[in-house]
């Protein structure tokens, strides 16, 4: 089944070719990052605007290079929640009238769900059940993927997601956006035990987390040393943020794993592509004798091709749209309204 699959949930237009969940042909990929860095983040405006100048050319471009014809779509997948409305409603209007001139069934992906198929990209064999850990710039979750559409959260954030404290410390630390890549780059030349920063325990359940109490420690402690005109070693700082916010996402991967009785742990999202995270994980996992999945970085950003994935097993489980499909800027992973 060759699917074209459309993501344009946020800052990237994109659009891909997946035959049967697992072959991507092609994945191409319009980024806006030059156009939001002079604004240190993404502008809803300047990205919805963007998309609608971009998908069409985009499309085109994604046949001409698997050297398909629209007369080969099987079928058309399409990013529909979460996301900036703007940006999503774009792809979803796309996708509809794709579908309608093509005759070919619409299937609408969850963002998220689309992130934990990666790694059905990068490792053909994995099958589920496994536990993902969802970290993004907008989610912080682990999830439980009992099947390729049956999913249930086992704990997230309460507060902010790890993606956003992330680049928010980037931001006052007057670092380039996209933020989190930066402040990575400097993690790795520092040492982390120079400064004291938290690590919260959230709630009732032990797999939640929380990062509102990191970031504003963080960020006050650029504040404070600016205004006592006190030098902030800034890769130290980078480094200890990036520990401590691993040392909350990894012992509870952990957990969650050991909970449920899988032997598999799956990472999703673009905050999967740091350094520190990836290298604790994979100690972590290798000492709990578990298999680890960590896309490449390639696929931990946002992409076309695993809205193909996705969409793939969301038709199989009969998870087809008409045309009254709309986009929402959020939604459950399990489909709930929020």
């Known amino acids: 089944m060759m699917i074209l699959a459309v993501e344009s949930s946020c800052d990237e237009t994109a659009v891909a070719l997946v035959e049967d969940g697992r072959r991507v042909l092609t994945d191409c990929i319009a980024s806006q990052v030059d156009l939001h860095r002079i604004y240190g983040g993404v502008v809803p405006e300047i990205a919805s605007r963007k998309h609608v100048e971009t998908i069409d050319s985009l499309a085109s471009q994604a046949l001409e290079q698997a050297g398909l014809t629209r007369r080969d779509i099987d079928a058309i997948a399409v990013t529909y929640a979460p996301g900036l409305i703007g940006a999503v409603l774009v792809g979803v209007n796309f996708a509809k009238a794709a579908a309608l001139a093509l005759g070919v069934p619409l299937i609408p992906v969850h963002h998220i769900r689309g992130h934990i198929a990666a790694n059905y990209l990068a490792y053909p064999a994995l099958e589920p059940p496994f536990v993902c850990l969802v970290v993004s710039g907008g989610h912080t979750m682990l999830v439980d993927v009992a099947g390729y559409t049956q999913m249930r959260i086992l704990g997230g954030t309460l507060d902010d997601a790890a993606g956003e404290c992330f680049d928010k410390v980037a931001r006052v630390l007057d670092m380039p956006y996209p933020g989190g890549a930066a402040l990575d780059r400097r993690a790795k030349l520092g040492h982390e035990g120079r400064y004291a920063l938290p690590r919260a ?122 045309m009254t499909l709309n986009a929402y800027a959020t939604k459950s992973i399990l489909g709930e309204a929020l």
């Open 201 to 322: 325990r959230a709630g009732e359940n032990p797999l939640d987390m929380s990062f509102s109490g990191l970031k504003t420690a963080a960020i006050n402690l650029i504040h404070n040393a600016r205004q006592k005109g006190e030098e902030i070693v800034v890769e130290d700082l980078c480094a200890g943020f990036s520990a401590a916010v691993s040392d909350t996402l990894v012992p509870r991967a952990m957990a969650a794993l050991a909970g449920t009785g899988y032997r598999k742990l799956a990472v999703a999202g673009g905050v999967a592509a740091n350094s520190r995270i990836r290298a604790d994980l994979t100690a972590a996992a290798r000492s709990a004798g578990a298999e680890l999945y960590m896309p490449p970085l390639s696929l931990c950003g946002d992409n076309g091709a695993m809205i193909g994935a996705q969409g793939y097993y969301e038709f199989l489980a009969g998870n087809v749209a008409d």
